[in-house]
C-alpha cells in the first residue's frame, strides 16, 4: 500500500512537473512575441506566474511531508513488528517465538516442563559449544530433542517418513541483536509434509504449547 502512495505521488509530482514547463513555455512565447511586437514596455507586471509558483511550492511541501511522514511509520512498523512477524513466519514450516530469558535460562525452563510432563529427553544438542570447541564463535544456540513413544509411534506406523522429523525437537537460539527465540517445527507443517492423519495431528501439537511456556 505505502509502495503504491508513493508511485502515485511521483506520478502527480510528475504531471506538476510538466504543467510548469508546457507554462514556461507559453510564457517565454508571449515575451517573445510581445518583444517583437515592442509591447513590452506598455504591458503591467502580471500576478499570475507569482501565484502559480506559490502553488507548486505548497504542493511540493505538502508532498514532501507527507513522504517523510509514511517513510517513518514504515520504518517504525518494521522495526516493532519484527517480533510478531518471526513469531508468525510459518512459510518454511518453521515458527520462531521470543524468549523472555536468556537460552541457558530458556533451556533449563523447557527442561523442568518436560520432566513435569513426564516426557523423554533424549538429547540437549549445545551447537554453540561445540563450536567453540574447535575455535569458532558462534551466538548460544541450543537444541533439545525429545518425545514420547506413546505419542510418535502411532504417528510413524500412519507416516513411516515422519520418521525422519521425529521425534521432536526447539530450537533454543540467539540472534546477533542478543535476542533470544524459540523455534521448532508447525505441527500443521508437519502434518502436510507427510499427510499425517488430523486424529493425529494432537500428538505433536503440544510442541506449541512446550515452546510457549519455555520462553515466558
Sequence with gaps: METFQKRASQHEAHAIGVILNLY????????????DQG?????RPSTQPILIALFLALVGLAMAI???SVGGSVYARSGNGKEAFMA???????????SNHSVDQTVEQLKGILKAKGVTLFALVDHSGEAEKVGMKMPPTKLLIF?????????ML??????IDLPLKILIWEDAERKVWVSYNSPAY??????LPKELLQ???VVETLATKAGE
Design 24 to 35: 514556461s513555455a507559453w510564457h517565454h512565447a508571449r515575451l517573445v512575441r510581445e518583444l
Design 39 to 43: 509591447d513590452l514596455a506598455h504591458s
Design 66 to 68: 507527507y513522504l517523510v
Design 88 to 98: 508468525s513466519t510459518t512459510s518454511n514450516g518453521i515458527i520462531s517465538k521470543p
Design 147 to 155: 518425545g514420547s513413544p506413546r505419542a510418535g509411534t502411532p504417528l
Design 158 to 163: 500412519a507416516a513411516p517418513t515422519s520418521a
Design 190 to 195: 508437519l502434518q502436510e509434509r507427510h499427510g
Design 203 to 205: 500428538n505433536i501439537a
